[in-house]
């Protein structure tokens, strides 16, 4: 059963930075595609940025030139460096995979974590 599990979140002021882990456990997740997504409260959970297992990168315009995605397939992880942070990136964090390329929106994703909580401060 594969699972993945995110660390790396926390309080950070208006500007900072952070970065998120995804560990994958169970599996290789040999060829799939992942990703972060977020949800704020009362709000959908958002695509957020993904990367396939090629490399290619896909990102929402509201974190473009301030988010970047790695991957290491022979770890099984997934980093996410968040640069440039603003209250609107509050939310919990969510790491999910899914076979063949990246998509935008969450039922495509048959693997999730738990999230991790990330709260930006004006």
């Known amino acids: 059963q594969v699972q993945l599990v995110e660390s790396g979140g926390g309080l950070v002021q208006a500007g900072g930075s952070l970065r998120l882990s995804c560990e994958v456990s169970g599996g290789t997740l040999s060829g799939y595609a992942m990703a972060w997504f977020r949800q704020a409260p009362g709000k959908e959970r958002e695509f957020v940025i993904g990367?396939?297992?090629?490399?290619?990168?896909a990102y929402a315009d509201s974190v473009k030139g301030r988010f970047t995605i790695s991957r290491d397939n022979a770890k099984a992880t997934l980093d996410l460096q968040m640069n440039s942070l603003q209250p609107d990136d509050t939310g919990v964090y969510y790491c999910?995979?899914?076979?063949?390329?990246?998509?935008?929106?969450?039922?495509?994703?048959?693997?999730w974590g738990q999230g991790t909580q990330v709260t930006v401060s004006s």
């Open positions: 999910a995979a899914r076979a063949a390329l990246v998509i935008r929106t969450r039922n495509g994703y048959p693997y």
């Open positions: 990367i396939n297992w090629s490399g290619e990168r």
